[in-house]
Structures are given as structure tokens and as C-alpha cells.
């Protein structure tokens, strides 16, 4: 618990069963603004005991409240009502994130903005989920299949865009009919209570949301361990997935892992590079870097490489760093003491194993604070931890190739393979390579765009399942099948069917 003095300060409770409430110990601690460095505001420092209560009522509400006989369609009802009022208050609460997490305001204004259509993407869905009639081989029984929710959801998120990675996990649980606890990071509270004010507006009943915040680990491994979760929704670091996914299995929990990545971004001779220029820029210094489809590795063919890095730094050279709430500012400081020590280091280590540093490489002093220069190494092996390692900084390592296959040999040779970008004009390239790297998401002359209705996960090490689009549904409910004999004869006992 902070020691600080934080007189004055906004102070939020845990939303528990509809109620807002202190930690079960009185605990509380401060959260602190990544550009000022000063503590902002206040949350209950929460535990073990306070993921039981709110569980209880997360499983009260599936089993026994309201929610247990909501139909699809109050539901959608309710998801279009949350989602009218997060329009409403889009402006105020993309400024709570920007003051939690240091990204840009007109980053986090422009998410918000967009936002409500997971909600009202999902209430469709919600007021169509439905089971099928399934054709038999036996002629005295009628088959079909229900969609009933997996139960109850234990969601963890991450610091970098908590509502909007909380939308895809709540939005379509919430139409498949579950109930959920959710521990948002330590690092970024506030906006995740902020929305649970708009749920309990929205009249969603009591113990459907729940928020239990706290420091350090002990929630979430509370929420990933405990017996009474049916499913556990986790993005971070595949590291903190792997420990999720080993302490959920202990209860046989199910799990949605969504997970660390090492993007390439492939450019071909033939592409567009001010369009591949600007592509990369986004896909690495956007929001710092701190996002897990970050593009993060640039593999260029050697004869356009030099061309194009001189591009790509000049640019970087002339990226504006400052005051995240100042229209001006082209990015924002890294979130938090821990990452910028690791983002630091991770950059000295390249540097030790033979990379250039073509521009940046360092932390930004001239603007004080957590601010890290926009930084292109050059000379990356892919044998190298930069080149095979998440940054979650706004670190860009390139490497060249000669040839295709070589392309995606180095693009497809890390343990990840959450997204790529290719950048070609050839669209017989475009898709042969689409098809060829190992990744959830592949962009073509394009990077970094999402949508409600487009499935996103990664494969190996990025991640299990899919959030977004309609399979994200299926990973909140549980298929039913249902044999109804329609005769009424009396069968051999030992004969089936």
C-alpha cells in the first residue's frame, strides 16, 4: 500500500453485487499519472477474500438473480443501453485512460469513439444465439443443440488499453449469457470502475460485473486459481499466460490466452515505401509500442533497405514526445518504472550483441520522466533477444533478406505469431505470403486495424482462442446436444438407440 499522502485525491471502491466497496482489509493504494509522475487517485488494495465475495456473486446472479432467466434478447437491450452511454461519456473516460497509462488523448479519445460498437456488435449476436436442429440417421428421435453460457468469467487485464480489451472479452460473454470478476492491472484501475458505473446505469442486474482491484499478484492469482471460475480471459505476457493457464488448470478452468508477440512487418522491392514508411512508423511507435500486435521487427529486402530505413528514421527523428493530453504529441512516456528499466535494457543488450542504433537508443532526458527515444536498430541477427524477445517499446528492429523464402523463414522463426503486416504490390505475393507466415492476423499494405466483427489471436506462444467476431461468442458458451425419443416404444435395454 502507497505510503505517499494522498489527501485530496479521487478515491474509487470495488463494485461487488452492485454495491461499491472498500477492500476486506481497508486497504487502499495510489495510482499514478506515467507524464507527471504523481499519484492521480486511489483504489482498494484488495485480495484473496475479496475475489470470493465477488465470485459468490457472480455465480448467485448466473444461477439463482435475474440474469439466470434474461433472455437473449434483454440482453442485447442492455448491451445497447451500455453502449448509448459509454457514447455519451467516450470523451471523459478516454481522458481517464490517458491519465492512467500515459498514452495519447487522441489515441485513447478515438478508441472510446469507437468503442460502443463491440457492444451493439455483440447485442446482435446475443438476440440470435441459438442452438441447430440436427439431421439423424435413427428416425425415432428429433436432435438439436443448445448455446448455454460457460458460466462464470474471470477476466485479467492488461495497463495498455484496459476498456477496450475488456470489450472483447466482456461483450461477448455477456451475449452468451455469463457473469463476470474482472481484475483490471494495478497500474490502470480507474477506468475500468469508471465503466462499472455505466454498467450499473445501464440496469445490468446485480453480481453480472464485478471489479475486485488490488496490487501485485494476489488477485489474479486468486481469480486464475479459484474453484468456483468456469473460464479465465487473460491478455499480457505469455510468461504471466503460461502461470494463468497452470493455475486454472488445477479446477480444470477453461482459458482464453491472449498473448505477447513479435510482429514482422515484410516489405517487398516492389512496395509503396512511403506507404510501407508510414506503416511501420504506426505499427511500433504508435502508443509507444506498448501493444502486444506491435510490429515490431522490419524485414526489408536488401535492395530497398537502405532506402527505406532512412525513411523510417527520418521520421522517427521528428516524432513529437510529450504531454500525452496535447494534440501536438506524437507519442506519449512508457506506462510505468518497470518498463521503462526493461525497455532500456533490452536496447543496451542489442547494442552489446552488434546492433546499430540508426536513430534514438536511449531514454528522451530532455523530456524527463518515462519518456524512451523512437528507436531503429539496424545490423539485427535474428539469433538476437531483440529480434526474438518482446519490447513493448518503441524499439524497431530490422533485418534484410534476399528472398522470399527467406522472408518468411526469418518472419515465421520466433516462438510468436500474433500478427505481420506484408507490403507488396504483387498480389499473387500478397496472398502467397498471407497464406505462408504463422500468424493470427495478417495485414496487407495496411497495419494495426481491429474491428468487433473480425476474430483476433495468435498462434504458438501468442496465444489460445480468438476474441472479436463470431467466434468469440463460442468461447463463452457451452454446446448441448439434445436427444428427444419420439415414439414412446419400449427398446432392448442393451441395444443403443
Not at 487 to 493: E, I, K, L
Request: glycine share 12%; aromatic share 8%; hydrophobic share 40%.
Amino acid at each position: 500500500m502507497s505510503t505517499i499522502d494522498t489527501t485530496g485525491l479521487p478515491e474509487y471502491q470495488m463494485y461487488i453485487d452492485g454495491h461499491w466497496v472498500p477492500a476486506g482489509t481497508g486497504a487502499r493504494y495510489a495510482t499514478t499519472n506515467p507524464y507527471t509522475q504523481e499519484p492521480w487517485s486511489t483504489a482498494p488494495d484488495g485480495g484473496a477474500a475479496d475475489v470470493d465475495r465477488a465470485v459468490t456473486a457472480a455465480r448467485a446472479a448466473l444461477t439463482t438473480g435475474p440474469w439466470s432467466t434474461t433472455t437473449g434478447a434483454e440482453r442485447a437491450r442492455l448491451m445497447r443501453t451500455l453502449a448509448d452511454l459509454l457514447e455519451r461519456d467516450a470523451a471523459a473516460l478516454g481522458a481517464i485512460e490517458t491519465t492512467d497509462n500515459g498514452k495519447l488523448l487522441r489515441e485513447m479519445a478515438a478508441q472510446m469513439a469507437y468503442l460502443p460498437q463491440w457492444y451493439r456488435y455483440y447485442a446482435g449476436i446475443a438476440e440470435t444465439l441459438g442452438g441447430d436442429a440436427l439431421p439423424s440417421d435413427r428416425p425415432n428421435f428429433f436432435i438439436y443443440t443448445r448455446r448455454e453460457p460457460v458460466g462464470v468469467v474471470g477476466a485479467i487485464l492488461p495497463w495498455n488499453s484496459p476498456l477496450m480489451l475488456l470489450a472483447w472479452k466482456l461483450a461477448p460473454a455477456l451475449a452468451a449469457g455469463c457473469t463476470l470478476v474482472v481484475k483490471p492491472s494495478d497500474y490502470t484501475p480507474a477506468s475500468t470502475l469508471e465503466f462499472a458505473q455505466r454498467m450499473d446505469e445501464a440496469g445490468f442486474p446485480a453480481g453480472v460485473f464485478n471489479v475486485v482491484t488490488g496490487t501485485g499478484p494476489e488477485v489474479g492469482k486468486a481469480l486464475a486459481g479459484h474453484p468456483g471460475i468456469d473460464k479465465i480471459a487473460f491478455t499480457g505476457s505469455t510468461t504471466v499466460g503460461v502461470q494463468v493457464g497452470r493455475a486454472a488448470l488445477q479446477n480444470m478452468t477453461r482459458v482464453l490466452l491472449e498473448l505477447g508477440g513479435k510482429s514482422a512487418q515484410l516489405v517487398f522491392p516492389d512496395a509503396d515505401l512511403e506507404a510501407a514508411a508510414n506503416g511501420v512508423i504506426a505499427g511500433v511507435f504508435a502508443a509507444t509500442g506498448q501493444t502486444c500486435l506491435a510490429g515490431s521487427r522490419l524485414l526489408v529486402h536488401e535492395s530497398i533497405h537502405d532506402e527505406l530505413v532512412e525513411l523510417i528514421v527520418r521520421r522517427a527523428q521528428t516524432i513529437v514526445l510529450g504531454d500525452p493530453t496535447d494534440p501536438a504529441t506524437e507519442m506519449g512516456p512508457v506506462a510505468n518504472d518497470t518498463q521503462l528499466a526493461s525497455v532500456l535494457g533490452m536496447i543496451d543488450k542489442a547494442v552489446a550483441d552488434g546492433a546499430t542504433v540508426a536513430t534514438g537508443g536511449g531514454q528522451s532526458h530532455s523530456r524527463g520522466g518515462l519518456f524512451v527515444e523512437p528507436t531503429v536498430l539496424t545490423d539485427v541477427r535474428p539469433d538476437m533477444p531483440i529480434a526474438q524477445e518482446e519490447v513493448f517499446g518503441p524499439v524497431l528492429a530490422v533485418t534484410r533478406f534476399s528472398t522470399e523464402d527467406e522472408a518468411l523463414e526469418l518472419a515465421n522463426g520466433t516462438q510468436y505469431g500474433l500478427a505481420a503486416g506484408v507490403w507488396t504490390r504483387d498480389l499473387q505475393r500478397a496472398h502467397r505470403v498471407a497464406a505462408a507466415v504463422t500468424a493470427g492476423t495478417v495485414w496487407i499494405n495496411a497495419y494495426r486495424v481491429v474491428g468487433p466483427g473480425v476474430p483476433f489471436g495468435g498462434f504458438k506462444s501468442s496465444g489460445w482462442g480468438r476474441e472479436n467476431g463470431p467466434e468469440a461468442v463460442l468461447e463463452y458458451a457451452e454446446t448441448k446436444a439434445v436427444w428427444v425419443e419420439l415414439t414412446g416404444a419400449t427398446r432392448d435395454p442393451f441395444t443403443i438407440g
